[in-house]
Structure formats: C-alpha cells, structure tokens
C-alpha cells in the first residue's frame, strides 16, 4: 500500500498531535514539518524520524515538485490557521485530516477537512465536525451536534445532543454543555463549566451555571 506524504504546517502542540496520530496509520507518512520561524531542529522531532523542517515559504514548492500528497495545518491561533489553510493549502493540495485510531466516529457523522481527532473522542451519530478543528482527547460530541469550522474542544468537555458551536470557538477542559445550547462565533467557554444557556458571539463563560466573566 502505498502512504500519502504528508507535510506539516506548524510546529507547536497541535504538530505534535498530528505526527503522532500520523505516525500511528498505516496509510500517511509525515515528510516535512514547516515552521514560520523556519525553525532547523525540533527536539520532539526525535520521536519521528523521516520528518524534515522547513519553513513555511517551501509549501509551494513541495507542490510543485510533487513531494507531498497533502498538508494539515497545525496551528493554535484560529485566524492563522484559516489563513495558512487559505494561502498554502486549499485548491493547492489535499487538506488532510489527522484521526487517531483509539477515537470512535460514527459512520452517519461528517468531519470537515483538516481536522485533528485525538485519542478517545467520540463523534455520535449526524454530529459535524467543521474544517479545521482541533478535537482534544476524551472528547464527546452528541448526537446531532454541529461543530463550527476552527473550533477547538478541549481535553474532557462533553457535548450533549443538538448542541451547536459556532466558527472559532473554544471549550476548555472539562466543560459540559446540556442539549440544544447554541455557542456563539468565537465564543470562549472556560474549564469545568456548565453551561445550561445559549452563549453569544464572543462571550466568555464560566463557572456553574456558566455565567458571563
């Protein structure tokens, strides 16, 4: 079987996810790491031998030289992560998504492009996962749910059924959300919250009941 070459846009946390998850499929291989910092060594690269930094700059040119199969962007800030997909990734090369194989996703979900599913998240069935978004481990999403593009769900948080979360929002580690709430675009839920009420755009949340910060 032959492996799609996959490169790496970023370095940080989410990199690592990515070259872990990546390194753990038969299917994919990481053969580039790219950096803004065009960064030469990355400690943690240890682990995954094959895998070459460069800077972000040399995207194009792995395209077009036919060296990668695709490219997943791992960065934490969400409109740098829009943009990096933007400018280097779509209609340039596959926009790959990063699955762990300890997660369970139900065959009714939809995953968008380009997303990060960490071990021990489950997806119900008719959740939609939007691009970009990054799923932490031990992750649950409902039934039905609606995840937005950029999102990130934190280590832990748990989605009840319906619930749905808007573009670039964040729910820290630990937060429960009760069916059918609706979270706002960029909104920011903070660790170990309940949240039993709709949250607005932009809106930080916590405590319980999560209340305005």
Same mark, same amino acid.
């Given at each position: 079987?032959?492996?799609?070459?996959?490169?790496?846009?970023?370095?940080?946390?989410?990199?690592?996810?990515?070259?872990?998850?990546?390194?753990?499929?038969?299917?994919?291989?990481?053969?580039?790491?790219?950096?803004?910092?065009?960064?030469?060594?990355?400690?943690?690269?240890?682990?995954?031998?094959?895998?070459?930094?460069?800077?972000?700059?040399?995207?194009?040119?792995?395209?077009?030289?036919k060296e990668i199969d695709g490219?997943?962007?791992?960065?934490?800030?969400?409109?740098?992560?829009?943009?990096?997909?933007?400018?280097?990734?779509?209609?340039?090369?596959?926009?790959?998504?990063?699955?762990?194989?300890? @997660? &369970? +996703?139900?065959?009714? $979900? !939809?995953? /968008?492009? %380009?997303?990060? #599913?960490? =071990?021990? @998240? &489950? +997806?119900?069935?008719? $959740? !939609?996962? /939007?691009? %970009?978004?990054? #799923?932490? =481990?031990?992750?649950?999403?409902?039934?039905?749910?609606?995840? /937005?593009?950029?999102?990130?769900?934190?280590?832990?948080?748990?989605?009840?059924?319906?619930?749905?979360? /808007?573009?670039?929002?964040?729910?820290?580690?630990?937060?429960?959300?009760?069916?059918?709430?609706?979270?706002?675009?960029?909104?920011?839920?903070?660790?170990?919250?309940?949240?039993?009420?709709?949250?607005?755009?932009?809106?930080?949340?916590?405590?319980?009941?999560?209340?305005?910060?």
């Open positions: 079987m032959t492996q799609k070459r996959i490169a790496i846009i970023g370095c940080g946390a989410q990199a690592k996810y990515a070259s872990e998850i990546f390194h753990l499929s038969p299917n994919h291989t990481v053969t580039h790491v790219l950096s803004p910092e065009n960064i030469t060594e990355l400690d943690w690269l240890s682990h995954y031998p094959g895998e070459h930094v460069i800077g972000y700059e040399h995207v194009a040119d792995l395209i077009a030289n490219a997943l962007a791992c960065i934490a800030n969400k409109q740098e992560k829009a943009e990096i997909f933007a400018k280097y990734v779509d209609g340039r090369t596959e926009a790959v998504s990063a699955v762990h194989p300890k @997660a &369970v +996703i139900a065959s009714s $979900a !939809t995953l /968008g492009a %380009g997303v990060i #599913i960490n =071990a021990g @998240a &489950v +997806i119900q069935p008719l $959740a !939609t996962i /939007g691009r %970009g978004a990054m #799923i932490h =481990a031990n992750v649950i999403v409902e039934h039905d749910c609606k995840i /937005g593009a950029w999102t990130n769900l934190a280590p832990g948080c748990q989605l009840a059924g319906w619930v749905q979360v /808007g573009d670039a929002a964040t729910i820290f580690t630990g937060a429960s959300v009760v069916p059918t709430i609706k979270i706002g675009k960029r909104a920011i839920v903070g660790a170990g919250a309940a949240v039993i009420q709709d949250v607005e755009d932009d809106a930080v949340v916590v405590g319980v009941p999560a209340k305005p910060y």
